[in-house]
Each structure stands twice: as C-alpha cells, then as structure tokens.
C-alpha cells in the first residue's frame, strides 16, 4: 500500500482516469472524458497553480506584499464569513467549498470552535453586496472575511476598472466594521470554460468568452489586494491551467457543470484544497511508528499500555484529530487527484513483520483492515477505512455538515427573492428567515462540534494479530507482561528506598534531633544521678 502519493505525481494518471466518460448534471457530478496519457504541461500547470495556492509569489511582486501577515489557519471564536456569488451561494451540488472547508476543520480541529457563514447569493456582483450589506443581518460581527465575486460582473460585462473599483470598496467596508487587513482573504474568480465543448454551438462557435473579462480581474485583483493590505489566493489561474491541460484529451473535459460556469463537485474541492495549502494545510492526521524492537515514535497522538509479543501486539492510543470525512464526492475526486494523500493521512508503520504475513488490525475490537507485513513496514493509511470508528463517526458528523450547507443555502435564497429588483418576498419575511437560519445554524454547529470533541477525548484499544492468531490470547498475554511490569517496577522501588532508609534514620540520629529534647534529655540524666546519689547516701546511714 502507497502510504503518502504525491499530488502531482497523480495527476499524472488523469486523462487516463477520464476515459469513464463522467457527463455533469445538475448536481455537480464530476464531468470527464477522453483518454490517453497527459503531457508534461499538466505537471507544470498543477506544479505552478500548488505554488500560488501555497501564497508564494514572483521575487517582485514578494517585495510589494507590505505588512500583511502570512495567511494562517482559524482560530478558536473566529466568526468567519464567504461572501461571494452563486459559486459560494450553490445551490446547484451537494458539495460547496465551504462546506468542504468544515470538513477539514472539525477533523483536524475539533476543540477550536470556528464559526463559518456562507453569505453568497446567486447572481449577485459587488456592487449588490454593498447594496444588501447593511440589511441582511447576517453580515454583522463578522471577525473574518473572505471574498470571491467576478463571474456575474463579467458576464454581464462589467469594466475591469468598475469591477475593482467596487471591490476595494467592500474591502474598505469590512475595515469600518473593525476587520483588518489580516482578517480578510480575496479569492480570484473561478474561470469561466469557455475553451469546453458545451461553450460551442453546432458551427464551433462560442457562446460567450468570458474568461477574458475574469482574466483581466484576476490580474488586477493580484496587484490591488497588496495596495488594500489584504491577502490574497489565486484560484483562477491553476484551475484555468489545469483545464486548458484536461482538455487537451479531450474539450469535453471541465472543472464545471453544464453551463461552463459555476464548478463542479470536483472544481470545488479544488478550490477548498487551494484555500486549505494556502493556509498551511498538511497531510498528516497522525502516525505512528512501531519499530522492531517495540520502540514507538508518534505524532499528534499519544500511545500507552503498549505490548509486543509472539501473538501479536496491542496498545492505548489517543489521537488529537480525526480523519477527515471520505465522502461519495471526496473519493470520487481522489480517483483522479491524490486528495486523501494531501489532506488525509493517519499513518501506522510497524516494523520486523513477516513481509508475506497477513495481520489484522483492531480498534475496540472493531476489525479496520487486514494488511500484509511489507504494507505495514511501509505504513498504511487508516483515515480511509469505513470500519475505523472514527471515520464512522466523521460520516455521520458530515451528514450534520450537509445540513448545514443547505440551511445556510435556504437562507440565501431569501435574501436574493427579498432584493432583488422586483422581490417576491418582503424583508420582514427575509429577517424571519434569518432568525430559523441563526437558531438552526447553532443547533447544527453545536451538535457536530460536540459531536467531534466527544470523538477526541477518546481512546482506542488497537491489536495487531498475525492471520489465524487470537486477540483474545493476545490481550491475556499483554496484560501478564504489564501486571509482571508494574510488579517488578515495584520491587525495584521497594529496594530502593530500602537502601535510601538507614541512611536516612542515620542522619536523623546525628543532627536530626531537636535542642529541647537534648536539655529535657540531660536533666533526666541528672535527676537518675541525684536519685542514685540519695540512695546510697540513706543506706550509708542506716548502717
């Protein structure tokens, strides 16, 4: 078993991968075809949008980057909030790069209660979020913002200069509001396919070009958002590469639905891995090394209790984050992109196995995985099984976090019938779907957090038994060789202070004794002498 892919390495296999013939639905569903095996472009393309993503920048522009602080991981209370079009909003698919977003968060942080709000509304640019900002309620104590409109802009044909013009307006309006310029993360817009097959009519010719418009924002936004002081991730050129490069299999190829517009599930599990590396986001939930001579070496987790014997071996292990949900959509997109192999990683390696033995791997006595000896000395990844308890628990937590996407989708597709031009709903209607968002979207935060802080404070029972052993035999043996231990580590510190007594009873005689007791000490003796003396001195006179 592979245990750590590289992301690149496995783009290599993607058009190889498309031979499936995935067509886009309505959902989102991941939309592919062709076949054959993709060129170096690919690896470049990737290579350089995984470099911008990261937050890196060309040597110029890197000397720009003013007093910014670089782009971290939210922290406990942070109340952040995604402002943006239909492309946040989505309504469209069951995955939206938010949510995706949470997944990661309540896995790898689940003791850091984060806040996230979804403030896309479909159809809308900049200019309308400005208009809504002070009547929708959800934009108030906001700690943290991230932005990504452009798509309706541009396919309404709206000027670059007009364009940026209104977003560094909606910068300067979350500044009023108290957020700095650290606080706030601008995305570039997601491209318009205008180079897929669906953009063509019968004659080959385009529906609309679109992306030239997103091109030209994007290459502003680069520039603006260090004048604005805020950072800034590029997801439209490594998602515009990467296109360019799956189409060169085939035009049917696309990181979008139907309408070339908004992305898919695919796509938006892009754009969440690119927001997540920009942040700092590793591979690893844990791992754990298990060396031939029982030495253990562990990371984000904590192993007690531990036994290795000729039936096998067991241990306690308390990790300090879970895997991350492995959805239909996620294990999808990891056939074509390593994703799990980038984000979710709970590595065990045990060592001086028989390479051609098969062992059975345990968790509360819950079967997880039968491996060979070779897969374990290379380490295998148990975030993906279904049958880790964990990874049983992160699928229902993810099913709370769907909800919770849909919620917050329900809301936002009042807010847009209650401003827009002609609304179909009155804002007396849209702040009483507010409050049912706010009192559902706190039940459902609150039921998955406790959800994954229960899941944390636990600790596992794992065995490792070689095919055909038993656990059970094993467990007797394991706790023989403990309770024999825990004995003779006590013997050993019995014999210890042993020798450390009379050593200790001798210093008290010589100067532990207190100077009242010495003098009460010495009368006594006088007083004997004087009784002695008196005695003698009576029966001298009797005679």
């Given amino acids: 078993m592979q245990i750590k892919r590289s992301f690149l390495a496995a783009l290599c296999v993607l058009c190889l991968c498309a031979g499936v013939g995935r067509q886009a639905d309505a959902a989102g569903e991941i939309r592919m075809a062709g076949s054959g095996k993709p060129g170096s472009g ?35 209370g942070d109340v952040v909030g995604f402002i943006g079009d239909s492309i946040t909003h989505v309504e469209y698919s069951s995955i939206n790069y938010v949510e995706f977003l949470y997944n990661y968060y309540l896995s790898r942080f689940p003791n850091q209660e984060v806040e996230f709000r979804n403030l896309g509304v479909s159809s809308y640019k900049a200019s309308d979020i400005l208009d809504i900002y002070d009547r929708d309620p959800a934009f108030q ?67 609309r070009m679109t992306d030239n418009a997103l091109t030209e924002y994007s290459e502003q936004l680069a520039v603006k ?219 459902l935060r609150n039921e998955m957090y406790d959800m994954v802080q229960d899941e944390a404070r636990k600790t596992y029972h794992v065995t490792v038994t070689p095919e055909g052993g038993s656990a059970e035999e094993l467990e007797q043996d394991a706790a023989l060789a403990l309770r024999q231990a825990a004995e003779e580590a006590a013997r050993k510190d019995l014999d210890e202070k042993k020798v450390e007594e009379p050593a200790k009873v001798q210093v008290k005689s010589n100067s532990g004794q207190h100077p009242i007791f010495l003098i009460l000490l010495a009368a006594a003796g006088v007083m004997v002498l004087a009784a002695i003396v008196a005695t003698v001195y009576l029966l001298r006179r009797r005679k």
């Avoid at 995984?50 to 406990?76: C, H, I, M, R």
């Avoid at 260090?226 to 360019?244: N, R």
């Fill in 141 to 207: 104590n906001l700690g943290k913002a991230v932005i990504m409109l452009g798509m309706n802009e541009a396919l309404q044909g709206v000027s670059t200069e007009t364009y940026i013009a209104n977003m560094g307006r909606l910068v300067e309006r979350l500044k009023e509001d108290g957020l700095k310029g650290e606080d706030i993360l601008v995305l570039a817009p997601t491209p318009y396919d205008q180079t897929c097959s669906a953009n063509f009519d019968a004659n080959g010719n385009p529906y």
């Fill in 225 to 443: 958002t260090q004048e604005w002081g805020v950072h800034y991730v590029d997801l439209h050129t490594p998602m515009l590469e990467l296109t360019q490069e799956i189409q060169k299999e085939s035009t049917d190829n696309t990181l979008t639905v139907w309408d070339c517009v908004h992305p898919n599930a695919m796509g938006q599990m892009v754009m969440a891995y690119h927001i997540l590396k920009a942040q700092g986001a590793d591979p690893t939930v844990s791992e754990l090394l298990i060396s031939q001579d029982g030495e253990t070496e562990s990371k984000k987790g904590e192993v007690t209790d531990f036994y290795r014997g000729e039936k096998g071996l067991c241990w306690n292990w308390k990790p300090e984050c879970l895997p991350m949900a492995m959805t239909f959509e996620f294990q999808e997109f990891d056939q074509l992109f390593d994703l799990v192999g980038e984000l979710n990683q709970e590595i065990l390696q045990i060592q001086g196995l028989e390479e051609d033995g098969s062992y059975r791997i345990a968790m509360d006595k819950e079967e997880v995985g039968v491996y060979s000896g070779a897969e374990l000395a290379a380490g295998v990844n148990l975030a993906v099984p279904e049958a880790n308890p964990q990874q049983m628990m992160m699928q229902f937590v993810e099913l709370q976090n769907q909800k919770w996407h849909e919620n917050s989708a329900q809301y936002r597709k009042i807010v847009r019938f209650a401003t827009m031009a002609e609304p179909t709903h009155t804002m007396a209607q849209m702040k009483e779907a507010y409050e049912d968002w706010k009192e559902e979207d706190i039940r």
């Fill in 42 to 76: 690919l690896m470049e393309a990737v290579d350089k949008g995984l470099s911008q993503a990261d937050g890196e920048k060309p040597e110029e522009e890197t000397s720009k980057a003013g007093s910014v602080e670089p782009l971290t991981f939210y922290e406990a």
